[in-house]
């Protein structure tokens, strides 16, 4: 089977600008979560999908918003950049999204907000 | 709220060598999950290993086991017969029924040969 892939690997963006990143999560997988990762507050949860509904969010602004297609593909979408967006975004997919199907992680994009 | 804490932002280890990272957690719940995953410099999470809390026995994926303290809601990994691809970032992770994955700060492991 073909792993979680996200697209793009790599990103750079001014602020004020918006941002779409990609996630195709493993055959099969029906959640999506996404993280932020950066060295200062490690893995921050932003959301996650389940069969197209958002069934869990984190603690971040309304700038941060997402959406999962039938298909179990799932797109994050930053708008408004601010140079602290900045980060190495995870995409994760799972069976069921709980404790005995576990995450399965993407590469991650990197984004650069300049 | 859950809450997972790795006090030791770094550690190093002499190849072959044994070697324990720390985490403790916080939860309510009395049904969970805990995690330990790998982050080497190639930056993909891995799931190195998973334990049910109900579970009193200790998981073990070969050369990597967990002692699991439940009441002490301690969650260590010991990494036996350390290898030059064990070099990583760790994280310790917890999941309760209903709410999302929580990840610890993490753990920099560097294998020394």
């Known amino acids: 089977k073909a792993g979680v892939t996200q697209t793009p690997r790599y990103l750079i963006k001014t602020r004020g600008q918006q941002v779409t990143l990609s996630c195709s999560p493993i055959s099969g997988h029906r959640s999506v979560s996404w993280y932020q990762q950066t060295p200062g507050q490690g893995l921050q949860f932003l959301f996650e999908?389940?069969?197209?509904?958002?069934?869990n969010k984190g603690n971040f602004p309304g700038r941060f918003s997402g959406r999962q297609f039938s298909n179990s593909r799932s797109e994050m979408n930053v708008s408004t950049l601010e140079l602290g967006d900045s980060a190495l975004y995870l995409c994760?997919?799972?069976?069921?999204?709980?404790?005995?199907?576990?995450?399965?992680f993407g590469n991650g994009t990197r984004l650069t907000v300049t | 709220a859950q809450t997972v804490t790795q006090s030791q932002p770094e550690m190093s280890v002499q190849e072959a060598e044994t070697v324990t990272l720390s985490c403790t957690y916080d939860t309510s719940e009395s049904n969970y999950y805990l995690f330990w995953y790998k982050q080497p410099p190639s930056r993909q999470m891995i799931l190195v290993i998973r334990?049910?809390?109900?579970?009193?026995q200790n998981a073990t994926e070969n050369r990597f086991s967990v002692n699991f303290q439940k009441a002490a809601k301690s969650f260590s990994l010991k990494i036996s017969d350390s290898q030059l691809g064990d070099t990583a970032m760790y994280f310790c992770a917890s999941y309760n029924y209903g709410q999302n994955f929580v990840f610890g700060p993490g753990t920099r492991l560097s294998v020394l040969p």
């Open positions: 994760a997919s799972s069976l069921e999204g709980t404790g005995d199907s576990p995450l399965h």
């Open positions: 334990q049910e809390a109900y579970k009193q």
């Open positions: 999908y389940f069969s197209e509904t958002q069934r």
